[in-house]
C-alpha cells in the first residue's frame, strides 16, 4: 500500500512540476514576441526563435518544442481553471493534452463555460473511491458538453473534417505496407465490427492471434472473400458449414433520445467510437433501421443469459466496458453476474436482471474472476485492488452517468435524463454569440494586419462590420 500512495505522491509533484514548466515556456514566448515585434518583424518568428532554444535546452525537436508552446499559451490565455488544476496536482499532462485538443475549437464565448463543465466531470469527485476521467472518456464528456452549447460549430468542425477524408497507403519496413486514413465515423466503426467478424470465422484451431487474423480480414475484404480461410490444417475443418449458418449481426450501435431523432440538439452517442452531434446522428440514421429500446421488464428471468431487451439495454447504459478507464466498445464486452448465477437452482440467487450484471472486456472479465481484484455494488461499482484501495467507476454511455446517480439500473433512461437535453441558451442567443466571436476575429485580424502595414487601413475598410461611410 505504501508503494501505491507514494506513486500517487509522486504523480502528484510530476504534474505540478509540469505547469510551472509550461508557464516558463510561455513566459519566454511572451518576452521573444515582444522583443521580436519591437524590431518590426512578423510575430511569427518569435515562435520559430522560442521552438529552437526549448529545442536545444530541452533537446526535443521542433514539433515537440512548438507543442509545448501552444500548451503553455493556452493554459495562460484560455485554459485558467484546467492550469489551476493541474498546478494542485489533480489533473497530469496527458489529461491536460486531452482537454486542449478537445476545446481547441471552442470560440471564446463559450470556452469558460465549457471548461467549467468539463473540469466538474473530468476531475475526481471528493468522495471515497471517487476517480477522474481519462482517456476516450474524457473526450467523450468534452465533445457531449460543446454539442449541446454549441451545436452549429460542432456541425461546421465535423463537416469540414468530412471534406478531408482520405485513405493512404504507403511502404513501410520489412516487406511491409501501412495504411493511413481519416473516415466519417459511422463507416469506421463498420469497418472495425467488419474486420472483427472476419477474423471470428476460422475455427478455434486456428493458432493466428486475432490481430493477425484482422489483417487476414482485410485481404478478405480486398479480394471480395466473405471469410477468412482457416489455417487450422485439419481436413474435418467445419469453418465453411458455419458461415452459411451464422448470421451477420449489426455492424454499427447508434444511440439517441427520441427528442434527438425528433430534431433536437443533445449528442447521440456511437458505440466504439463515442459522442457525435445531433445533426451526425440524424444523417447516420437515415439510413439505418431505427428501433426503440424498451426497458426491461420487471419479471427476474431463470435463465443464465440475459435476453434481447436486457442484453441491449445493459450495453446502452453501459456504454463500454465498465472497467476503471477502459474504452472497449460496449458490443464487444460480456455481461458478467455481479452475483454469481446458480445454475443448479436458478431461483436461488444471482438473478439475471439489470442490477446484477456488468459490461467487461474480456481481459477485465478474466480479471475480476481471478481473485486479485474484489468487486462490491451499492448502487455503483466500486473496485477493490489488492493493496485495498477502492475505486468507484464511472460509465461512458449515451447517458455518462454511473449506476447510483442513475438512480439504478431499472430506471427509465429518456425520463432520468430529460433535463439533459435542455438547452443553455436559446438558439437567437447561439447566434447572436456566434456573430460576436466571429466580428472579434475580423477586428483582431485586422488589427494584426494593420500593425504589420499601416498604409493597409483604406485597403482592409471595406471588410469591416461597421458601417460604410459612404
Not at 509540469?18 to 512578423?42: H, M, N, P, Q
Not at 454539442?147 to 460549430?153: F, H, N, Y
Not at 427520441?258 to 445533426?279: H, S, W
Amino acid at each position: 500500500m505504501g508503494l501505491v500512495e507514494l506513486m500517487t505522491d509522486l504523480h502528484r509533484s510530476e504534474s505540478v512540476v509540469a505547469e510551472r514548466k509550461l508557464a516558463v515556456i510561455a513566459e519566454l514566448f511572451l518576452r521573444r514576441t515582444a522583443e521580436v515585434e519591437s524590431d518590426g518583424a512578423w510575430t511569427s518568428t518569435a515562435h520559430e526563435v522560442v521552438e529552437a532554444e526549448i529545442g536545444a535546452a530541452l533537446t526535443m525537436g521542433r514539433a515537440a518544442a512548438g507543442r509545448l508552446i501552444g500548451l503553455g499559451m493556452s493554459l495562460r490565455t484560455r485554459l485558467h481553471a484546467t492550469r489551476e488544476a493541474m498546478a494542485r496536482g489533480d489533473l497530469d499532462m496527458y489529461r491536460v493534452r486531452l482537454i486542449e485538443d478537445a476545446t481547441a475549437n471552442v470560440s471564446d464565448d463559450w470556452i469558460g463555460e465549457v471548461e467549467h463543465q468539463l473540469l466538474e466531470q473530468v476531475l475526481a469527485p471528493p468522495r471515497s473511491g471517487g476517480t477522474g476521467l481519462t482517456g476516450r472518456r474524457l473526450t467523450n464528456a468534452a465533445n457531449r458538453i460543446i454539442a449541446r452549447l454549441d451545436p452549429a460549430g460542432v456541425r461546421a468542425k465535423r463537416e469540414k473534417a468530412q471534406a478531408d477524408r482520405f485513405v493512404g497507403v504507403c511502404a513501410a519496413e520489412d516487406g511491409m505496407c501501412r495504411i493511413l486514413g481519416s473516415v466519417p465515423a459511422a463507416q469506421g466503426r463498420a469497418f472495425d465490427a467488419r474486420l472483427r467478424e472476419l477474423a471470428n470465422t476460422v475455427c478455434a484451431k486456428d493458432l493466428r492471434t486475432y490481430e493477425q487474423r484482422r489483417a487476414d480480414g482485410l485481404s478478405a475484404l480486398v479480394d471480395g472473400a466473405g471469410f477468412v480461410q482457416c489455417e487450422c490444417g485439419r481436413v474435418d475443418c467445419g469453418q465453411r458449414s458455419r458461415i452459411a449458418t451464422t448470421a451477420r449481426k449489426p455492424l454499427v450501435h447508434l444511440i439517441m433520445l427520441d427528442a434527438t431523432l425528433a430534431g433536437g440538439d443533445e449528442p447521440a452517442y456511437l458505440d466504439g467510437y463515442g459522442i457525435v452531434d445531433a445533426a451526425h446522428a440524424r444523417e447516420i440514421a437515415a439510413d439505418a433501421d431505427v428501433e426503440p429500446v424498451p426497458a426491461p421488464s420487471s419479471v427476474v428471468p431463470t435463465t443464465y443469459r440475459p435476453g434481447t431487451v436486457l442484453d441491449t439495454w445493459m450495453r446502452v447504459l453501459a456504454g463500454g466496458c465498465e472497467w476503471l478507464h477502459c474504452d472497449v466498445a460496449a458490443w464487444n464486452t460480456d455481461l458478467d453476474h455481479h452475483r454469481p448465477f446458480d445454475h443448479s437452482d436458478p431461483a436461488a440467487g444471482g438473478p439475471t436482471v439489470a442490477g446484477n450484471m456488468t459490461a467487461y472486456c474480456r481481459n477485465h472479465h478474466r480479471l475480476k474472476h481471478s481473485g486479485h481484484w474484489k468487486v462490491t455494488d451499492d448502487g455503483d461499482i466500486e473496485l477493490v485492488a489488492p493493496t485495498d484501495h477502492r475505486y468507484r467507476t464511472r460509465s461512458s454511455g449515451l447517458l455518462g452517468v454511473g449506476r447510483s446517480d442513475a438512480g439504478g439500473r431499472d430506471r427509465d433512461a429518456g425520463s432520468d435524463h430529460a433535463a439533459a437535453a435542455v438547452r443553455r441558451r436559446t438558439r437567437a442567443q447561439n447566434t447572436a454569440a456566434r456573430i460576436r466571436a466571429e466580428r472579434r476575429r475580423r477586428r483582431a485580424h485586422l488589427d494584426a494586419v494593420r500593425r504589420r502595414s499601416p498604409g493597409a487601413r483604406e485597403s482592409e475598410a471595406y471588410a469591416t462590420d461597421e458601417p460604410s461611410p459612404f
